[in-house]
């Protein structure tokens, strides 16, 4: 397993992963929930972080990933569902999300009234691990019905319907990010039935290690150029010179796609970075912080080495 190997190497405990390996064989995945079992490239880096969540799902625990934009909550998410081999249904919460986007609602087939599964429905009978994706976007009253679920009860009573009892393998993990518009504070029942994990932001180091395993054939003197790109603004963003829009990783991975098939570097960056904001103020100084790294004279072939 190559997400098992790369965990070692981050200085996980063996004894730590070898319990995975057995929560894997003692919940056997079925053959038809195979294809909802995340199987990403990108892998986390954080030991420390790493450890907390195997810890809080071996226990029977649900996590709260709690963090700023752009520190790899979705990649966790999606790297943990592919860790323990679980299969994973993901919602992506907002303001309109009620109690029926989750446990599901009535519609008519064959001539009677049935329940459409939501996700957490499904997630609950099949041993799943249920992703809630900026669970602080929804309105508390919309959650109150997973309280039964993420506690000792493990169950979810659906009105008019019978009671739901939890696989023993099932899992929620949250993420959210308080800086995005439209969020707000999760009630106190909530967040206790949670273990919350707070997601530091991104450093060089590990922002370094990201850009060489998704583009091992950078030059090695230019790729750094690249990471300090995301680094400056991020100091600027934190320091309230810049919103977060352009403080995007997925923005700059893919502006160094585009490179690498032969775009200009200021093109694919003002792309990728400057275009995430539609502000032209904070547009001229992100265009700034990009110039003291990009010339922009750049080729392609200045980038990646085989071009």
Known sequence: MELYQELLKQGIAEKLLDDVKHFIKFYKLEDHLQDRVPNTETIFYGK???AMCITAILEGENILL??????????????????FNRPQWNTSFHVNTDSSSLIGTDTFIDNE??????????????GGFGVFDEINMAKNDALVV???ALDYRKVIDVPGYEKIKL????RFIGTMNYEYAGTKELNEALVSRFM?????????????LILRENFPDAKDDILPQFAGIFLDLQEKSKNSE?????????????SLKTIRRGLKPML???????????????KEIVLDVIKTRIRESWEASDVFSDL
């Not at 009234?113 to 609950?124: D, H, N, T």
């Not at 810049?242 to 893919?254: E, M, P, Q, Y």
């Open 48 to 50: 420390d972080i790493w």
């Open 66 to 83: 709690s963090g700023p934009k752009a520190t790899g909550k979705n990649v966790l998410g999606d790297n943990i569902c592919q860790l």
């Open 113 to 126: 009234v049935r329940l459409r599964r939501g996700s957490v429905y499904e997630c609950a009978v099949n």
């Open 146 to 148: 997973l309280h039964s």
């Open 167 to 170: 696989h023993e393998a099932t």
């Open 196 to 208: 919350t994990i707070d997601i530091p932001q991104i450093e060089e180091e590990t922002l370094m």
């Open 242 to 254: 810049i919103s977060t829009k352009s403080v995007d990783l997925r923005g700059l991975i893919g």
């Open 268 to 282: 694919a960056v003002d792309m990728g970075v400057v275009g995430k904001t539609f502000d032209q103020y904070e």
